[in-house]
């Protein structure tokens, strides 16, 4: 169902792919948009292993996609270091594909901003992450990504200086 990568050489292994997501602080979630155009936006996650976790408001362009169709893909971008002198990038970035859907119920919706809120502040206090999710509880909507596939992969040059 889904392709293989090309250039095996470069295919980052699945504890390196899931590094990247784990250290990244965004990406682009790539959904079906209105009359057929793809609608890709950028966005912050958090990545717990399994599945891929995002907030959104509870109206837009975003959910009218995902309510069209659950299929989505997502990139995180690691790497993206210009080498002029070679006309090229030594890059690393993972691309998911999977299924995305609203999380309805508050004890999941609850699981997945707390998950949230320690990566984008893990030395904030607890009393303080609690505070800042209850103050935005109404209007929080959380989106949850089944992961069906996943790839990773770099530059070529970075792959040689690992060897």
């Given at each position: 169902m889904f392709r293989d990568m090309r250039r095996k050489k470069q295919l980052?292994?699945?504890e390196e792919t899931a590094a990247v997501l784990r250290r990244g602080t965004s990406g682009v979630l790539a959904l079906s948009g209105d009359d057929g155009y793809p609608y890709a936006v950028p966005?912050?996650?958090?990545?717990?292993?399994?599945?891929?976790?995002?907030?959104?408001?509870?109206?837009?362009?975003?959910?009218?996609?995902?309510?069209?169709?659950?299929?989505?893909?997502?990139?995180?971008?690691?790497?993206?270091?210009?080498?002029?002198?070679?006309y090229t990038t030594y890059f690393r970035?993972?691309?998911?594909?999977?299924?995305?859907?609203?999380?309805?119920?508050?004890a999941g919706?609850?699981?997945?901003?707390?998950?949230?809120?320690?990566?984008?502040?893990?030395?904030?206090?607890?009393?303080?992450?609690?505070?800042?999710?209850?103050?935005?509880?109404?209007?929080?909507?959380?989106?949850e990504m089944t992961v069906e596939h996943v790839t990773g992969k770099e530059a070529i040059e970075l792959v040689r200086a690992r060897q």
């Open positions: 980052l292994s699945p966005i912050s996650y958090v990545y717990d292993g399994e599945k891929i976790y995002f907030h959104c408001a509870k109206s837009g362009h975003k959910l009218d996609a995902i309510r069209r169709s659950d299929k989505a893909s997502f990139c995180v971008i690691d790497q993206d270091q210009i080498v002029p002198e070679e970035s993972v691309i998911v594909f999977g299924r995305i859907h609203i999380l309805e119920d508050d919706k609850r699981a997945a901003i707390e998950k949230l809120a320690v990566k984008y502040t893990p030395d904030g206090t607890e009393e303080d992450r609690e505070a800042a999710i209850q103050r935005d509880w109404t209007p929080l909507c959380m989106l």
